[in-house]
């Protein structure tokens, strides 16, 4: 039986530098690995693209948070998904690729003022854009966790309530993913910081 709802994440971030440059190489480098690996992840369902890139679309126009303004930047790494439930993210977050990532994200990334991400419950038939995420990401920055943008540290549930997160099965999922992605984090782990 399908699930009536499904789990969004936005994360934000910004970088020491412009994209472009040899100090981000390290995270420029893995963004393709770390999409694929989401991609083969248990629970993934899907994630937004960036409008004029080739791949993915875009759902909807790209917007920042206000944290931006200070950065000199007019954009930053940010990224927008639907995940099944909370677990299949978490066990994505934490292990193979994308917990590589996180190793060396002091590297590339400033220090953050602002939560790493926003997590929400949205109807199956629903899916996010850029705005409504980013609305969400400064709710949870100005106002802390609740039913309306959350993170891993005090998780609710899809009926408003604070939930535990199920850790054996994350324990589980991690494990599952890690048999689709060896390759992806053999790769990961030869490239430069």
């Known amino acids: 039986m399908k699930s009536a709802v499904r789990l969004a994440m936005y994360n934000f971030g910004l970088h020491v530098a412009p994209f472009e440059s040899d100090a981000v190489d390290g995270f420029r480098l893995r963004e393709p690995a770390n999409f694929e690996a989401a991609r083969r992840a248990c629970g993934f369902i899907g994630r937004s693209g960036y409008a004029g890139e080739p791949g993915t679309r875009s759902w909807g126009r790209q917007v920042f948070p206000r944290f931006i303004e200070v950065s000199g930047f007019d954009s930053a790494p940010s990224?927008?998904?639907?995940?099944?439930?909370?677990?299949?993210?978490?066990?994505?977050?934490?292990?193979?690729?994308?917990?590589?990532?996180?190793?060396?994200?002091?590297?590339?990334?400033?220090?953050?003022?602002?939560?790493?991400?926003?997590?929400?419950?949205?109807?199956a038939q629903h899916r996010p854009d850029w705005t409504e995420a980013v609305e969400r990401f400064e709710h949870l920055a100005d106002h802390g966790p609740s039913a309306r943008g959350f993170t891993f540290k005090r998780p609710f549930g899809a009926d408003g309530g604070e939930t535990e997160i199920d850790r054996a099965r994350v324990k589980d999922l991690a494990t599952r993913n890690a048999e689709t992605q060896g390759d992806l984090l053999a790769h990961v782990l030869t490239l430069k910081v």
């Open 79 to 123: 990224s927008l998904s639907l995940w099944a439930d909370i677990e299949s993210l978490m066990a994505f977050s934490y292990s193979g690729v994308h917990a590589d990532a996180l190793k060396h994200a002091r590297h590339w990334n400033v220090k953050a003022s602002w939560p790493a991400l926003v997590l929400w419950w949205v109807d």
